[in-house]
């Protein structure tokens, strides 16, 4: 079993709609939970942080963790093209001396 | 305010020639990471540096070696190409080991 697992993609959603990413972790002792996206191309860039459990909102992401279940998600409200990317999920747990383990990513198409 | 910087953002290197990879950040980040990332997957930890001084290995160290010059550089160094490190390489910083990263621009490196 991978450290950390995402949604097989490509996942397409129409312009307007929520998309919708998931992310499973295998350590019950991961403290720090991160999103990031990654345009063709180009370098990874943070969107959002969540540390602990419940909900984080920035704009029209939205984080949510549940850490009894292992899980952590990011919905994305009135999808725009150009959120046509790949989200990475990345893992940090305090047994392994802090070191970020990143999933293989979904890639997301917003069609207009 | 650069953010973090890399060089060369291109290489193409003979099997067996040796090469170093440069990074630095201006964000007075404490924490040091080397990524690379084949494709359609994610970023595997090759090494990271905790704070300056310190060095530890990350999940596919093999082959590799890196020095952290100072607060500011992280350098990578690959003593003798092989076919199998053709990848995209980026180099990361973070405040501290368990918050956000901040990646840069990467190197393309080919190895024949």
């Known amino acids: 079993q991978k450290e950390v697992e995402q949604n097989s993609g490509p996942l397409s959603v129409p312009e307007g709609a929520i998309a919708s990413l998931n992310c499973t972790y295998s350590d019950r002792g991961s403290q720090s939970f991160f999103w990031y996206r990654q345009y063709s191309g180009k370098s990874p860039e943070l969107i959002m942080s969540?540390?602990?459990?419940g909900d984080k909102e920035d704009g029209r992401f939205t984080a949510q963790l549940n850490k009894a279940s292992q899980y952590v998600s990011l919905l994305i409200r009135d999808s725009q093209p150009s959120d046509s990317a790949t989200y990475l999920c990345?893992?940090?747990?305090?047994?392994?001396?802090?070191?970020?383990?990143f999933g293989d990513g979904t890639t997301l198409t917003v069609k207009p | 305010n650069a953010g973090v910087t890399q060089t060369p953002k291109f290489q193409v290197l003979k099997t067996g020639q040796s090469m170093t990879l440069q990074c630095a950040q201006d964000m007075n980040h404490n924490s040091m990471y080397w990524y690379r990332q084949d494709p359609g997957m994610g970023l595997r930890l090759i090494y990271y540096s905790a704070s300056e001084g310190t060095t530890d290995k990350g999940e596919v160290p093999n082959g590799y070696n890196v020095s952290r010059l100072n607060k500011r550089e992280f350098s990578l160094r690959l003593e003798s190409a092989a076919p199998s490190q053709t990848s995209v390489y980026f180099c990361?910083?973070?405040?501290?080991?368990?918050?956000?990263?901040?990646f840069g621009p990467g190197t393309r490196l080919t190895v024949t």
């Open positions: 969540i540390y602990s459990n």
């Open positions: 990361a910083s973070s405040e501290a080991q368990r918050r956000e990263q901040y």
């Open positions: 990345a893992v940090i747990s305090n047994t392994n001396a802090g070191k970020s383990t």
